[in-house]
């Protein structure tokens, strides 16, 4: 039962996603990219609505018929007004190009339901709380926000001011049939197919070239899959998908790389429209409502947008800024029910809005890591910390071993170095500018929450950081390429009215 | 050059596919769950703090008999990449009879026949005949009800129900959600207590490791919902690990068992083994916690990074209370 709820939400979010979108008359996209783009888009807007509704009070278990009467209403509507398959644009993809996809994507979903929940942040930190609206049917029930008592005891949870994103999914996957940790996770088996046809259409307006190449680049990273696999040698091959480094399944990092890039795809695409840009704000307030990483990467959004317009002359005028204000005010709109629901919720732990000021990173710039918060240190059984590495070491030396690392990677930092806007051509390009400082921007921002962190930075870095940051920007960087590879060619199909 | 580039990193989809390949492969051959053994093994043990280990078991340690269950010479265990070498178990042989125990090696052979009259039975490589030996048979032999664990692959909940006292010195690799014990006691406590009671977690003591493994309040926490856990400060000990390692040193800074008596049991819930019992009375704070949380049932744990059904019982809030008003009989 449980999977076949799952199956029903598959079809629902697509049809509230389809709906949202642009008449294909209006929009050029080929019928995959509208199937990824009509998913996420309904699974944005599930996600939305009902972050919204807990925020005010609004039970789980009424809110579960929203997107149920909303996805077969929907359904109805697509049905009654069937638009004509004609209308479809072609696929920019070659057959062995398209072959590749297909068997990427297949492997994806399979590899992520082949096992059921067996990740530390899945079960913990995206699990119990699927289980807590499941049962409790609320986000701020004890079991949530009952941490921290007077009396010194309390509910467990770890990390109780994540966002509902993920438990959404679980908990409606899981209402009918009851909880199966395998079957929950089917809604989220679907990050790593969608992003390349994401990107796809994004790129399609430069180029068929483009399309391709960015949709190849971005299915090929290994680290959409899991990183560091054969690291150890082949005694990991039987592993696959057995450690920390397993990316798919229940995880909330590859949600927030896709919804990331699904909003940097329609802003390419449909920036100059109100319906654009809605759908744009919705998707990078889903990316917020999956982890928190996500709001950090909106409001780097808003000022690459705002940056690349302005730079390099410092010549704007404000008619060619509203777009990007204009994205600025639908995002702060759609994101206001999470900031009102983590309102109500204990922030116990990293909150680097606070921790990340210049007192901070000036010291740490010079400082080492602090013997008392090292493992052998706060376990007692170690009282000085031999290492005498300043962290800013540490961490400059993890994302450098990081971006060479060829089993998570491929060459994709390479080749986003090789797209950076250092000719006159491409400096000339807004869209590459905004996405190269964007790119940039957000690594620096990691950069500089790793420098700043409460935790022992090398233990840290045991548990898959900075990687697992790094992935968000997996979709932006595949456009950064796919977009640099298309200057130089005449314009794509599909330029929108 | 950028073209270039990118058909090169188009390689690693050989990786990628490679890495589904096997994740979806192995997977299927497990039935599609995960499975301890396609973990990392544990790690060889080491003769001379092995020793030291199996003399603290003993009030008096000289003269006991220790049953060594190890492969044949040549033969393969599984799995073959953590097994401790035949040259560690013969210095740790060596070290046992140095320290005046009798050791006895079974080198491939019977286990029963090894384990007769033996005070405590090590198994130290995992031979497929002795993985699925029965608890019930090895308890009749031995003279003691002790069992020594060094590969991991014995499940505790079954010599615990043939009443022997079983130890792990394996230091394991698999995720402790994994562990059959914990699922069984889980399992158990969802039989006992009805959905939306609380449960106060009590530990028996002072927290005696500051292993990440030993947090089995998380894998209970998510399997026991909607039944509601109540932990002492549990926002340090859900934490990131370094803050669960403050939570170890503070609660046994705080000493909140101070002053409570320990209290043995008739009868046991789940567990067979009456001594191991980690009850105890509770103190006038835990006790108005109980209150303040309307839990209806105290969970007694000793802290251990395996998890071990002597380990943990769950009493009644009543039972417990009743035990505080007459602790002088108890203690």
């Known amino acids: 039962m449980t999977l076949l709820t799952a199956l029903l939400y598959l079809g629902l979010a697509y049809c509230i996603g389809r709906v949202l979108l642009p008449a294909r008359t209006l929009l050029a996209r080929s019928r995959w990219e509208e199937t990824a783009l009509s998913y ?458 | 050059m950028l073209h270039w580039l990118s058909r090169l990193h188009a390689l690693s989809a050989a990786l990628v596919l490679l890495f589904l390949s096997m994740a979806i492969g192995q997977a299927a051959m497990d039935g599609f769950q995960p499975t301890r053994q396609r973990y990392p093994a544990s790690k060889p043990l080491n003769p001379v703090t092995t020793t030291k280990y199996i003399a603290g078991l003993f009030s008096h340690y000289k003269g006991k008999v220790i049953a060594i269950l190890d492969a044949a010479p040549g033969e393969d265990v599984i799995p073959a990449d953590g097994a401790t070498s035949a040259e560690s178990i013969d210095k740790l042989e060596e070290h046992l009879r140095r320290s005046g125990m009798l050791p006895r090696r079974s080198r491939g052979g019977d286990a029963l026949q090894t384990a007769r009259g033996a005070d405590l039975v090590v198994l130290v490589h995992d031979v497929p005949s002795y993985r699925q030996i029965n608890p019930a048979d090895l308890a009749k032999v031995m003279r003691s009800p002790l069992v020594l664990d060094n590969t991991g692959v014995w499940n505790s909940g079954e010599f615990d129900a043939a009443g022997l006292v079983y130890f792990n010195a394996a230091r394991m690799y698999w995720p402790h959600w994994l562990d059959p014990e914990m699922e069984q006691f889980a399992t158990f406590v969802r039989n006992t207590v009805p959905p939306g009671e609380g449960i106060l977690m009590v530990p028996n003591g002072p927290l005696q490791t500051t292993a990440t493994r030993a947090r089995w309040f998380l894998p209970l926490n998510a399997r026991l919902l909607p039944r509601r856990l109540y932990l002492w400060h549990p926002e340090m000990g859900t934490s990131f690990v370094t803050t669960y390692y403050q939570w170890v040193n503070s609660y046994n800074q705080e000493t909140p068992w101070r002053g409570t008596q320990k209290v043995r049991l008739d009868k046991r819930g789940l567990s067979k083994n009456l001594p191991s019992a980690p009850t105890r009375t509770l103190s006038p704070v835990e006790i108005q916690a109980a209150k303040n949380h309307d839990v209806q049932w105290i969970l007694f744990w000793r802290h251990q990074p395996d998890f071990l059904l002597g380990d943990w019982e769950l009493v009644p809030f009543t039972t417990v209370l009743s035990w505080s008003a007459k602790s002088p009989q108890n203690s």
């Open chain 1, 40 to 497: 996420l888009l309904g699974t944005a807007t599930v996600v939305f609505v009902t972050t919204a509704g807990l925020a005010v009070g609004i039970p789980f278990a009424v809110l579960w018929w929203l997107p149920l009467c909303a996805g077969l209403g929907c359904g109805w509507r697509l049905w009654r007004q069937a638009e004509s398959t004609n209308t479809l644009a072609a696929s920019t993809f070659s057959k062995p190009l398209a072959a590749l996809l297909v068997l990427l994507a297949v492997g994806s979903v399979a590899a992520a339901l082949a096992l059921p929940l067996n990740e530390f942040d899945p079960i913990y930190h995206f699990g119990y709380r699927g289980k807590v609206l499941l049962f409790d049917g609320s986000a701020t029930a004890e079991s949530i926000v009952g941490m921290i008592q007077a009396d010194g005891y309390g509910r467990l949870v770890t990390h109780p001011n994540y966002p509902f994103g993920i438990p959404i999914l679980e908990a409606w996957t899981a209402k009918l049939g009851g909880w199966d940790d395998r079957w929950v996770q089917l809604p989220l088996a679907f990050w790593t197919a969608c992003m390349p046809l994401v990107i796809a259409f994004g790129l399609r307006r430069f180029g068929a070239k483009a399309a391709n190449l960015g949709s190849l680049v971005a299915a090929t990273t290994p680290m959409l899959y899991g990183s560091d696999y054969l690291a150890h040698g082949w005694v990991d091959l039987p592993r696959a998908g057995l450690t920390g480094e397993m990316m798919l399944g229940g995880g909330g990092d590859l949600a927030v790389a896709t919804f990331f890039a699904t909003g940097l795809a329609l802003w390419l695409r449909l920036s100059s429209s109100w319906r654009g840009l809605t759908l744009c704000g919705l998707a990078l307030a889903a990316g917020a409502m999956m982890k928190n990483e996500g709001l950090a990467l909106a409001g780097c959004t808003i000022l690459a947008l705002l940056l690349g317009q302005v730079l390099p002359t410092f010549r704007c005028t404000l008619r060619s800024l509203a777009p990007v204000l204009r994205l600025a005010g639908v995002f702060a709109l759609l994101i206001a029910p999470w900031l009102l629901l983590r309102a109500q919720l204990p922030a116990i732990d990293e909150n680097y809005t606070e921790r990340l000021n210049l007192e901070n990173v000036m010291y740490y710039w010079s400082a080492g890591e602090n013997p008392d918060n090292s493992p052998m240190g706060s376990s007692g059984k170690l009282k000085t910390d031999p290492s005498q590495e300043r962290r800013l070491d540490h961490v400059l030396t993890s994302f450098w071993e990081e971006c060479t690392d060829w089993r998570s990677w491929g060459l994709l930092w390479l080749l986003f170095l090789c797209a950076l806007p250092v000719t006159r051509q491409r400096l000339a390009n807004i869209e590459l500018r905004q996405l190269c400082i964007l790119v940039l921007g957000c690594a620096t921002l990691y950069f500089l929450i790793l420098l700043v962190t409460p935790w022992n930075y090398p233990s840290l870095r045991a548990k898959g950081i900075p990687e697992r940051l790094l992935v968000h920007l997996v979709g932006v960087m595949s456009l950064c390429i796919g977009l640099t590879a298309s200057l130089g060619q005449g314009k794509g199909e599909g330029e929108e009215a």
